[in-house]
């Protein structure tokens, strides 16, 4: 069973940077698509960068050429370097996981989620 667990989130001024991980205690990654995802308050949840099983990156306009995502298989585990951060990157950050072979839209439905890393960036 996968089981996702975020961290690395915290507070930041604006133009810092923040790496935030997503450890799997169940399984590998390999197999797996990822992706994040974040929440502002009174927002609705969106897409922020994904990464397919093979590899191939997805990212939101708002954060191409700042965030990168990234896996080490080997630690199961996946990143989110931040870089260049906002104040409207302030929000919970959230991993999901869909298993290879379902089908993959990096915009949509996850089978597995983390319960979030709240990152929060001052002026």
């Known amino acids: 069973q996968v089981h996702l667990v975020e961290s690395g989130g915290g507070l930041v001024q604006a133009g810092g940077s923040l790496r935030l991980s997503c450890a799997d205690s169940?399984?590998?990654?390999?197999?797996?698509?990822m992706g994040w995802f974040r929440q502002a308050p009174g927002k609705e949840r969106e897409f922020v960068a994904a990464?397919?099983?093979?590899?191939?990156?997805y990212y939101a306009d708002s954060v191409k050429g700042r965030f990168t995502i990234s896996r080490a298989n080997a630690k199961n585990t996946v990143y989110l370097q931040m870089s260049s951060l906002k104040p409207e990157d302030t929000a919970v950050y959230y991993c999901?996981?869909?298993?290879?072979?379902?089908?993959?839209?990096?915009?949509?439905?996850?089978?597995?989620w983390g319960q979030g890393t709240q990152v929060t960036v001052s002026s």
């Open positions: 999901a996981a869909r298993p290879r072979g379902l089908g993959f839209d990096p915009r949509g439905e996850y089978d597995y």
């Open positions: 990464m397919s099983w093979s590899d191939v990156t």
């Open positions: 169940g399984r590998t990654f390999s197999p797996y698509n």
